[in-house]
Nanobody
Framework: QLQLVESGGGLVQPGGSLRLSCTASGFTLNAYAIGWFRQAPGKEREGVSCISRGAGGTAYADSVKGRFTITRDSTKNTVYLQMDSLKPEDTAVYYC???????????????????WGKGTLVTVSS
C-alpha cells in the first residue's frame, strides 16, 4: 500500500522550532519530488516548500524563506521540514505530497501531488 505519513506537529510558542517528517511506505521517496503544503482554517491550501528528485533543487514560499528548510534522508525514506522562528501565522495543518513529474516550482505553486498524506497540525501560540 502506497502511503505518506506526516509527523512532528504540535504546539509551539512564537519564535520556537519544530521539525516535520514525511515518511513513505510502499514506494521510494527519492524517485519523486516532495512538497510540503499547509492549510489554515478558512484559507486555501498553499505550497510551503518543495524538493526535487535527488534533492537537486528546492523552492520556498516567500513567507517562509530563511526560516524553513526542506531536506531528504534517503536512508530513512523521509523528507523533513525544519521550521524555525515560527510565527502565529504559520499555524495550519501541514501536508506532504509526492509528485513524479513536476518541477519544484510547478509543484509548490500548483499544489500538485500524486500521493498525499493526511496532515499534521502545527499550532504556534503563546
Amino acid at each position: 500500500q502506497l502511503q505518506l505519513v506526516e509527523s512532528g506537529g504540535g504546539l509551539v510558542q512564537p519564535g520556537g522550532s519544530l521539525r516535520l517528517s514525511c515518511t513513505a511506505s510502499g514506494f521510494t521517496l527519492n524517485a519523486y519530488a516532495i512538497g510540503w503544503f499547509r492549510q489554515a482554517p478558512g484559507k486555501e491550501r498553499e505550497g510551503v516548500s518543495c524538493i526535487s528528485r535527488g534533492a537537486g533543487g528546492t523552492a520556498y514560499a516567500d513567507s517562509v524563506k530563511g526560516r524553513f528548510t526542506i531536506t531528504r534522508d534517503s536512508t530513512k525514506n523521509t523528507v523533513y521540514l525544519q521550521m524555525d522562528s515560527l510565527k502565529p501565522e504559520d499555524t495550519a495543518v501541514y501536508y506532504c505530497a509526492a509528485h513524479n513529474g513536476a518541477t519544484v516550482q510547478a509543484m509548490c505553486l500548483g499544489i500538485l501531488g500524486t500521493y498525499w498524506g493526511k496532515g499534521t497540525l502545527v499550532t504556534v501560540s503563546s
